[in-house]
């Protein structure tokens, strides 16, 4: 499972739209859509951010391991 895909799963598992996420990291809608489909990946203060909204570790996220 990609990055993308883990961000997807767990978006979803919230119940949250891609603008809602967006809008809670302060980014654009079209940024989540391009790291879900694995055309661009969020930087290090957005893995720290999404973790926070999403939830999980940033470990998780980017290696798919769980701590």
């Known amino acids: 499972m990609s990055i993308g895909e883990r961000i997807l799963e ?8 891609q603008g809602q996420l967006a809008e809670a990291l302060g980014i654009s809608r079209q940024a989540v859509c391009k790291w ?9 203060i957005n893995l720290i951010r999404l973790s926070d909204v999403l939830n999980t570790e940033v470990e998780y996220l980017v290696t798919g391991k769980k701590p």
């Open 10 to 17: 767990l978006r979803r598992e919230k119940g949250i739209s």
């Open 36 to 44: 879900e489909n694995d055309q661009s990946a969020p930087d290090t």
